[in-house]
């Protein structure tokens, strides 16, 4: 991937991570659970493969962390893939690779053929359930034996209607309340994406692949670890829960 001289990638990842704390406020908490699990499982210098990874947000905080780890990214999005290149340029712990999940052939992409974790958060939800648990498949083939996966994103129980009503009208409520006190939306930030000299080619590109928001399943946790451990995993479970969202893990 090419890096342009000039922009203020760390200004993109601040507004990039202010505008995913909108819908998700205890955000950080999902991403220090989830390496708390990494370090209790496969050690403080894992090598590691950041699936759909975005702008690189779970792939910055591992670093942080563990300055000993080795992080693979990979994502289909051009803009968000061009904040991370930007971010992780001369970082020689990060290898970035576009790449598209639905694709059969994706893993071939990848410069390892084994992993010590694959983490992914709020990315798999566009994905329709046949499709995921195909996913599932190929990253229970990428994770070596005794190596985890986790996904951090919306799993939503359909046996707790009103639970759930309640918890999204508050939710929304408080997104309306902070969009009122200035905070950009998805859409917002978008259209200031598209406006950047650097990233207006490749926002214009992203939306050319996913329209304005994909829409997939958001099964319950207990479909995930049921579907996991079908797919070649030996325990599954989650780690982490808010009202609406669950951090699961899967070990090999």
């Given at each position: 991937?090419?890096?342009t001289a000039?922009?203020?990638w760390a200004?993109w990842q601040?507004?990039?991570?202010?505008?995913q704390?909108w819908y998700m406020?205890?955000?950080?908490d999902r991403?220090?659970?989830?390496?708390?699990?990494v370090e209790?499982?496969v050690?403080t210098?894992?090598?590691?493969?950041?699936?759909?990874?975005?702008t690189g947000?779970?792939t910055?905080?591992?670093?942080?962390?563990f300055p000993?780890?080795?992080?693979t990214g990979?994502?289909?999005?051009?803009?968000?893939?061009?904040?991370?290149?930007?971010t992780?340029?001369?970082?020689?712990?990060?290898?970035?690779?576009a790449?598209?999940l639905t694709?059969?052939?994706?893993?071939?992409?990848l410069?390892?053929?084994?992993?010590?974790?694959v983490?992914?958060?709020t990315?798999?939800?566009?994905l329709h359930?046949?499709?995921?648990?195909?996913?599932?498949g190929?990253v229970a083939?990428?994770?070596?034996?005794?190596g985890?996966f986790?996904?951090a994103?919306?799993?939503?129980d359909?046996?707790?209607?009103?639970i759930n009503?309640a918890?999204?009208?508050?939710?929304?409520?408080?997104?309306?309340?902070a969009?009122?006190d200035?905070?950009?939306?998805?859409?917002?930030w978008?259209?200031?994406?598209?406006?950047?000299?650097?990233?207006?080619e490749?926002?214009?590109?992203?939306?050319?692949?996913?329209?304005?928001?994909?829409?997939?399943?958001?099964p319950p946790a207990?479909?995930h670890?049921?579907v996991l451990?079908?797919k070649?995993f030996?325990?599954?479970?989650p780690v982490w829960?808010s009202?609406s969202d669950?951090?699961l893990l899967a070990?090999?």
């Amino acid at each position: 991937m090419t890096t342009t001289a000039g922009t203020d990638w760390a200004a993109w990842q601040e507004s990039w991570d202010r505008q995913q704390e909108w819908y998700m406020p205890d955000r950080e908490d999902r991403f220090r659970i989830m390496l708390d699990m990494v370090e209790a499982l496969v050690g403080t210098a894992p090598r590691v493969l950041d699936l759909a990874c975005g702008t690189g947000s779970i792939t910055a905080r591992l670093l942080r962390r563990f300055p000993g780890a080795t992080s693979t990214g990979v994502d289909l999005d051009p803009a968000l893939l061009a904040i991370a290149d930007g971010t992780f340029a001369g970082d020689d712990r990060v290898t970035l690779v576009a790449a598209d999940l639905t694709d059969p052939d994706w893993p071939a992409k990848l410069p390892y053929d084994s992993y010590d974790a694959v983490l992914t958060a709020t990315a798999l939800h566009w994905l329709h359930s046949e499709p995921l648990a195909a996913l599932y498949g190929q990253v229970a083939g990428l994770v070596r034996d005794g190596g985890v996966f986790m996904n951090a994103d919306h799993m939503i129980d359909d046996t707790t209607p009103r639970i759930n009503a309640a918890e999204r009208a508050q939710r929304h409520t408080r997104m309306d309340q902070a969009k009122r006190d200035g905070t950009l939306g998805w859409a917002e930030w978008w259209r200031l994406a598209a406006q950047d000299p650097v990233l207006a080619e490749p926002t214009a590109r992203r939306f050319e692949i996913y329209g304005e928001h994909a829409d997939g399943d958001t099964p319950p946790a207990a479909w995930h670890a049921r579907v996991l451990r079908e797919k070649g995993f030996a325990e599954a479970r989650p780690v982490w829960c808010s009202p609406s969202d669950t951090l699961l893990l899967a070990l090999k």
